[in-house]
Every structure is written in C-alpha cells, then in structure tokens.
C-alpha cells in the first residue's frame, strides 16, 4: 500500500448513534482504515455514545466485529485491530435527557479537536447541539457533523440549519453529501480545472447536452419506511445528483478554498430553472423475477413514491443556456452504475458519407463501479470501403492508470479526515443545503397537487419506457446502464 497520508492532529471523536448502521458499516471502519495508513495520531480518540448502557469493552467487541465484517479482507491484512480499539471508549447518553452528558464531557481533552459525529435522527440534530452547548463541550476546536436527510423540505432545513447555528458557527457546522467524498467526484473538479483542454469546449457552444445517471441494482428494502417518505427525488437528487450537476457545471472558483467552491457550487443551484411536469418521469419498481415489488419492500399497497426519477434540467447562465442536464436515478435497475457523459455537439459539417449512426464525442466520466474516463471518438473504421467511420474509446481505468496498489479510499474516510483537518470544502453549506430544496419542493408540490402516479417499471431494466422518451423527443438518447 503506497503511503501518501498527511498525518492530522489529535483529536476526540464522539459518535452519537455510535451502536447504529452507519457507525458499524461506515464510521468505524473508515476511521481503521486511516489508521492502518498511519493518518490517525497516537493520541487520537474515539468515544462511542447511544442511549444503551455499554460497556467499553462491549464497544471495543462491537466496533472489532463491525470492522472485520466490513473491512475488505485484504485490507486487514498485517491488522493493527488491536492497537486501533483501544482507542476506543464509550459513554451511554440520553440525547433528549440529562444522563450522561458529565461524564461524556469529562473523557474530552480542553486542547485537541473536538469532533461531534451526528448520526442519528435529524430530529435530534438541534437538541444534541444544545446539550453540547449548555455542558460547556463546544470549544473553539470543536466541529459538528450532520447526516442527510438534511431535511425533507426547505422549511425543515431552514429549521435544522437553525437549531445548528444557534449553537455553532456555520465554520463548525459539517454537513456530510457523501458522494462528494467519492474520489472520482473530486476528480471531476482536478479534470476540469487542473487541465487546459476542458475549459475552451465546457459550455453550449460546444456541449449538446449532459447525462447524469445513478442508477442501483438494489431495492428499498429494510429502509422501506424512510425511503416511501422520501422518494427518489428527496433521497438522491436533491443532494446527490445536484452536487454532480454543481460540480460539472460551475464556474471556475477563483481559488480551491472551501468557500470559493461552495459560492460558485450555490450560484449554479441558484440558476436552475423551475421543471415542468412534461420533463419529469417518476417510476416505481414492480415485482419480477422473483423479486417483491418497490410497494412489498415499502408495505404500502397503496404507495405513490417513487424509487425512480428522470429529469430534464435547464440552468439558466451565459455558460449553459440552451444545454440540458438530464439527470436520471433509480433503484432495481440494471445495475450499480454511477456516471456523467457530457455530449458534444456535432461537427458544423460532416465531409464523411455514413456517419448518420455515429453518437458523436462524448466524454464518460465513471464515477462507480470501475472509476475512470472514457472519450468517445470518431476514426476511420480500418481496411478497404472507402472512409468509414466508427467510434472507439478512449478508454482510462484509474485502477489500471494508476496501479493496483493505489486504494480508491470510501468517501467516508476523506470526509472525517477532512472534518478534523478544519476543511469545509467537501461539505454542503447551509444556504447551498437550502437553496437545493428551494428547487426540489416545486417540483415535489407539482406531483402532490396533481396525485401523480409513477409508471410501473421491470425491476433489471433502465427504468420506465417515458424515461427513455424523455431524450427521445429531442432526438436524443441516454447512454446505456452498463454499457461499455
Ligand atoms: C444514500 C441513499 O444517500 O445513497 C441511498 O439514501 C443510496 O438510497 C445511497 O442507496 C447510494 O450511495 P452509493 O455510495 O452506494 O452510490
């Protein structure tokens, strides 16, 4: 494993919902995996906190057990499990109650950084930050970190966004978008603003549209309850699929200071145009190959929630008007593929016969399961026949361009580092939070008032038939789920 870690400081890191999914699959682990690699100080400390009673051995058995079912086997390889659980301590808590707030202050050290790891209901995001408030534990070294949903609507973030900074200052507040942790996410911003060959063609001059595609083989079920109150649009658009869009579309920020991206990230949300029903599909999965269908896995018979939603996305700047971002994301689709395939227009006048079937260039950018970038280009189809054309790609895996032992590290373990660095830029501010729900409710209003249902959809597929449409009433067309 290649050693490129910039060690950070000593730090506290008090997980509330410590005993919880994401701790256990997620937290945990990332902060193992730091560990291996050497980031972690000696005097870092974990400090695990839930309402049940637990012991600190009970937590160290718990978060060893979390590891070694999540942890990548050959990532444990040569394992310092030992060393990194003792790191571990644990204080019960009663978040909405007084129990064990003296003593969680007790186990932190005036001089290191404090870190506050929200997981758990957002409901609890205000009332957790005044505890903390009132039990003298915010010091100038301390940060707060919240979880999605930020929200279900501009009213409630503006709420959550206020119950946080009557406590903290805005510097504090973390609000985790883990895609923005992904690391091909970050490198949209590298492939844009550390080359010169983008810039000159990034706009409508030269883009003819941009796909932005999330699509997933899994369903809703186990979270079923969360998810038929959310729908596609709030659980993966409203922050997700927006901070790709963001990142692809901004302008170039005058500086990579985390204010300066979060500025020009805003005034691209601030640009989006209203949606029109006609440019908004929803889809539910139905039950198919012997799987249950999206109302089995949400029991709600009778549900109206969408697990898929395609979109067609104005902005309205110099740099993208008369650009459309389609976006598209869904559950139980085809498969687990995340990407952005910017389309550039034609050339003004095609010399060559036979280029009627050609898709034109465009640029893949892979951001899961295989991370890398693809340039669809037109050359002359080799032998005999006269110029023929075909289109090949330019073809770069970043497993296969940067060598093996280069780990592509989980967004989670980038984002808490960041959070005990002090660097924002990662996260969503809280105007930037708002202002994606100031686009989204419209729209969400715009199904509700009309009772809109979503088409049934096959569950492998790439969703409902009018999705397809979507691009096709602009004699366009998506880029296939998977293809290659
Ligand atoms: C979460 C959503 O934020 O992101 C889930 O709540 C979704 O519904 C998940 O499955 C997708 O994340 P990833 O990293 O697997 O693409």
Redesign the pocket.
């Known amino acids: 494993m290649v050693s490129r870690v910039i060690p950070v400081g000593p730090f506290d890191l008090v997980i509330f919902g410590a005993t919880g999914d994401l701790a256990r699959r997620k937290i945990l682990p990332g902060l193992f995996h730091r560990f291996q690699v050497g980031q972690m100080p000696d005097e870092a400390r974990i400090i695990g906190s839930a309402r049940s009673p637990m012991s600190q051995a009970g937590f160290r058995d718990m978060a060893g057990a979390a590891i070694r079912q999540y942890v990548p086997e050959a990532d444990q390889a040569g394992s310092r499990l030992a060393q990194f659980l003792e790191r571990l301590d644990y204080v019960a808590v009663d978040a909405s109650g007084d129990g064990g707030w003296p003593e969680l202050a007790g186990k932190l050290r005036p001089e290191a950084i404090r870190a506050f790891y929200l997981s758990v209901s957002p409901s609890l995001f205000g009332v957790i930050a005044g505890a903390l408030q009132r039990a003298g534990m915010n010091t100038a070294e301390s940060r707060i970190v919240v979880e ?2 930020f929200g279900h609507d501009l009213a409630s973030a503006e709420a959550l966004n206020a119950g946080l900074r009557h406590c903290f200052e805005e510097h504090q507040i973390y609000r985790i978008d ?2 923005l942790g ?1 690391e091909t996410v970050q490198n949209l911003m590298v492939l844009r603003f550390a080359n010169s060959l983008y810039e000159p063609l990034w706009n409508s001059t030269h883009i003819d549209h941009v796909q932005i595609t ?1 699509a ?1 083989s ?1 369903g ?1 079920q186990g ?1 079923g309850e969360y ?1 038929d109150q ?1 729908g596609a649009m709030r ?2 658009v409203q ?2 699929l927006i901070q790709l869009l963001c990142l692809t579309a901004m302008e170039p920020p005058s500086k990579f200071t985390p204010d300066a991206v979060r500025n020009e990230k805003v005034k691209v949300i601030h640009a989006l145009e209203p949606v029109p029903s006609q440019d908004i599909v929803r889809g539910q999965y139905r039950a198919g190959g012997g799987m249950d269908s999206y109302r089995d896995h949400a029991g709600n018979p009778d549900s109206t929630t969408e697990s898929f939603i395609a979109l067609k996305v104005s902005i309205a700047n110099w740099r993208w008007a008369g650009t459309p971002f389609y976006l598209r994301t869904g ?1 139980r689709l085809r498969e ?1 593929v ?1 990407e952005i395939t910017v389309v550039f227009r034609d050339p003004p006048r095609m010399i060559f016969q036979g280029a009627q079937n050609l898709r034109g260039n465009a640029l893949i950018i892979r951001l ?1 399961p295989d991370e890398g970038i693809t340039l669809r280009t037109t050359i002359k189809d080799p032998g005999p026949g006269g110029m023929r054309l075909t289109e090949v790609a330019l073809d770069m895996s970043f497993a296969d361009a940067l060598g093996p032992e280069v780990r592509t590290q989980d ?1 989670y373990e980038r984002l808490i580092m960041d959070v005990i660095r002090g660097d924002q830029t990662l996260f969503m501010r809280g105007d930037e939070a708002e202002a994606a729900w100031a686009w989204a409710d419209p729209i969400i209003a715009g199904w509700q008032d009309t009772q809109g249902v979503p088409d049934a959809y096959d569950p492998g597929g790439s969703g409902p038939e009018d999705a397809l449409m979507l691009l096709h009433r602009d004699g366009r067309r998506w880029r296939g789920i998977g293809e290659k």
């Open positions: 999605k949903p883990h895609y992904k999330v997933e899994v809703v979270r998810y959310a659980d993966m922050n997700h559950k687990r995340s899961q967004a």
